[in-house]
């Protein structure tokens, strides 16, 4: 059984930072891409950041020059460091990550999520 499990949001000011972690645990063969998605109230969920195995990473253009996204392969964790948060980062944050475990290691690897976490950014 494969699980992703975030850590990291809370409440912060504008103009401040945070670091989301999320980890995959469970019978891990191998993970492709992992990323981080938002949703925020009365809004779709979006593609916030996301990152290959190889650290190939892209970003929504609204967090281009403010959000980080890296991984510990080692360790199967991605990481979601945001700076200068605006109001408009406030949302639950979701962990997402394409993972084949070691039933299913010869086929297309399965989307994981996690339960999400919530940031919100306020004075």
């Known amino acids: 059984q494969v699980q992703l499990v975030e850590s990291g949001g809370g409440l912060v000011q504008p103009g401040g930072s945070l670091r989301l972690s999320c980890a995959a645990s469970?019978?891990?063969?191998?993970?492709?891409?992992m990323g981080w998605y938002r949703q925020a109230p009365g809004k779709e969920r979006e593609l916030v950041a996301a990152?290959?195995?190889?650290?190939?990473?892209n970003y929504a253009d609204s967090v281009k020059g403010r959000f980080t996204i890296s991984r510990d392969n080692a360790k199967n964790t991605v990481y979601l460091q945001m700076n200068n948060l605006t109001p408009e980062d406030t949302a639950v944050y979701y962990c997402?990550?394409?993972?084949?475990?070691?039933?299913?290691?010869?086929?297309?690897?399965?989307?994981?999520w996690g339960k999400g976490t919530l940031v919100t950014v306020s004075s």
């Open positions: 990152i290959t195995a190889g650290g190939s990473s």
């Open positions: 469970g019978s891990i063969f191998s993970i492709n891409a």
């Open positions: 997402n990550a394409q993972i084949r475990d070691w039933a299913t290691r010869y086929k297309v690897p399965m989307d994981y």
